[in-house]
């Protein structure tokens, strides 16, 4: 049997310098976490939520998935939701996308893809939806970005149609779902100006939706 030696001698290396650091650390965290923020974000390995906005252990709560997509049957992504905003009452829920997803390259691409194009059929969906704007972007890369950004915003308009989210706004609990891009070629994150905090904020986007997004447009007011 082989065991990943070097992986545990880092281990090792890495508890000791946290605890010389900061000795109360695994005592402290160890009892409880008190995390303001829900991430849901892509698994690609060059992407640590913690990491990107500088925050220690604790501070954030995490699930990530192939392209960061919510699909509303998805037990995994809803029960991190409701764990997330019921019992840890996190007050912000991040959809953060990334440009250069392998996961939207993929739904761009008319190819077979084995059994993961059954999760990428989301985002599909999603360039579906904008097939007509899309269509209008001759730039190929420029039309993924956009697709990666349409996917993010649609995700965010998922998480807020979730059961969780309803039943926490109509109880008054103040919660926004933000979403956000990073690049990966400078480390740097971008709000995508799609914050919801309400139902009538949702209704009010839902509208937006119908017209439309344009990244152009949007690229061009920030
Ligand atoms: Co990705």
Redesign the pocket.
């Known amino acids: 049997m082989r065991k990943l030696e070097s992986l545990f001698r880092k281990n090792r290396a890495w508890a000791k310098k946290e605890k010389e650091k900061k000795p109360e650390l695994f005592t402290e965290l160890s009892k409880q976490q008190t995390p303001n923020y829900l991430w849901i974000g892509?698994?690609?390995s060059r992407i640590l939520a913690n990491r990107i906005v500088d925050l220690p252990a604790g501070e954030i709560f995490v699930h990530r998935n192939?392209?960061n997509v919510v699909v509303h049957t998805d037990l995994n992504s809803l029960s991190v939701i409701q764990y997330a905003v019921e019992v840890l009452k996190v007050k912000h829920i991040i959809v953060c996308g990334?440009y250069g997803?392998?996961?939207?390259e993929a739904a761009m691409e008319d190819k077979d893809h084995g059994l993961i194009d059954n999760w990428l059929r989301h985002i599909k969906d999603v360039r579906r939806f904008h097939a007509g704007k899309l269509a209008e972007i001759s730039d190929y890369t420029e039309k993924l970005n956009q697709l990666c950004e349409l996917n993010v915003i649609e995700q965010v308009r998922n998480v807020c149609n979730t059961t969780i989210v309803q039943n926490a706004w109509k109880q008054g609990y103040q919660l926004d779902v933000h979403g956000w891009v990073y690049d990966m070629r400078d480390g740097i994150l971008t709000d995508l100006d799609s914050c919801i905090s309400s139902n009538e904020q949702l209704q009010e986007r839902n509208k937006k939706h119908e017209e439309g997004y344009d990244r152009r447009q949007y690229q061009a007011k920030n």
């Open positions: 892509c698994s690609d192939i392209a990334h997803c392998g996961g939207i």
